[in-house]
């Protein structure tokens, strides 16, 4: 096994995934709770972007918390699924020694 053939490769896919991360990180995963009246939107680095609840919920505050926590874990799943099925196309669906923080 050629070394510096292995270390060329790992820049290559290092360098492949530093541009994944960024193009993930301008995406936008959207969810919804409670039927749409809660929606969250966060970017491909999991932070959101957008809160919207629907004004007629907004007596009941247990339930617009509950509703917001669902919103926001679920738009997160997304970004973290879409993250991982592209990171496994930089990969080529190798498993790597270390988990990524998504």
Do not use: H, N, W, Y
């Not at 070394?3 to 995406?27: H, N, P, V, Y």
């Not at 196309?89 to 498993?95: F, P």
Request: glycine share 8%; net charge negative.
């Amino acid at each position: 096994m050629d070394i510096f053939k292995m270390l060329g490769q790992f820049k290559d896919m290092q360098a492949r995934m530093q541009s994944m991360q960024e193009e993930m990180g301008q995406k936008t995963f959207s969810a919804l709770a409670g039927g749409g009246m809660v929606s969250a939107d966060v970017d491909g680095k999991m932070q959101l972007k957008r809160l919207r609840i629907d004004p007629s919920i907004m007596s009941d505050k247990d339930m617009v918390e509950e509703l917001i926590v669902v919103a926001v874990a679920e738009a997160q799943k997304k970004a973290a699924e879409a993250m991982q099925m592209e990171l496994s196309k930089v990969t080529g669906g190798m498993e790597l020694p270390f988990k990524l923080p998504f």
